[in-house]
């Protein structure tokens, strides 16, 4: 019996949702995924080491085209795929009646069993079989509509797998590489995203307050390679100057400031400037690192 497969979409709510997906779960939508592919496998496609009875029916694709295997003696299959050829192939225990079912004749081709299955739906209990044309527009005795079934089988898988690529790396992400490689070029199932190279000599930090109150919004750029010292961000500091000795009789006895010697009258001051140093160059400003290439998906 092949069970209901889960919709994707019931098992993909983050922790930051209600009713999030727990382990338990994804492994229990796993868990369904593997029994649905599994009965689908069982149903149409060849299987190694696998007990077939008389009349079930599968598909391979080392098979010539178009042609499906009928079992006219049951056993059990061969642990590797037998080559393939229109007519009798022995396959283990098993044998198989290869054959294009577009051509076949209803005197080359023995009904598997007198159940159908209906094109408006109903599970697949048993072999399908093949026994000629159609005797009404409802009975499932055609290839076209197999391949359909299998078809759609895989289109819902291929989903599922877009599905959880597409959540895993959501508008937004950043992925870091020493490949110059557009990751819409190699994420298996993320062919259809957009990816911008960005952040080029610039280091990413968490949005959000900073342990020193600095608040960080998210796609705010600053900083700077180098940086000049301005006056105000030099370390408070002193220089010392040394002058001539003053002779005691040069001081003024009025307010005790200093006179030029031979001169009487309001003391004039002696002003001079020390001499310059360093070479007023911006310092290196960057922790160390190890560049990268950053790529943002942004579609």
Known sequence: MINKCFEFKDYNHKRSEPNYTTVADFYRYCDNQNNVLKSLANCLLWQPSTDYTVGQIVRAPGMPAGHIAKCTTAGTSSEEEPKWTEGVVTDGTVKWSVYDPESATDDKITTASSKKLDKIGGAITGPISYDGSPKTDIELVNKAYVLAAIKAAVSAVTKTLSDNMHSQYPVGSYIYSDKADNPANYLPYMSDTVWEQTAAGRVLIGAGTADSGTV???????????????????????HTFEDAPILFSNINPADTSCIKPNTEGTCAVDTRATTSSGGNSPHENRMPYLAVYIWNRVA
Not at 216 to 238: F, I, Q
């Open 216 to 238: 960080y919004k998210a796609g705010d750029k600053g900083g700077e390679e180098a940086h000049k010292l301005t006056v105000d961000e030099l370390a408070a500091h002193s």
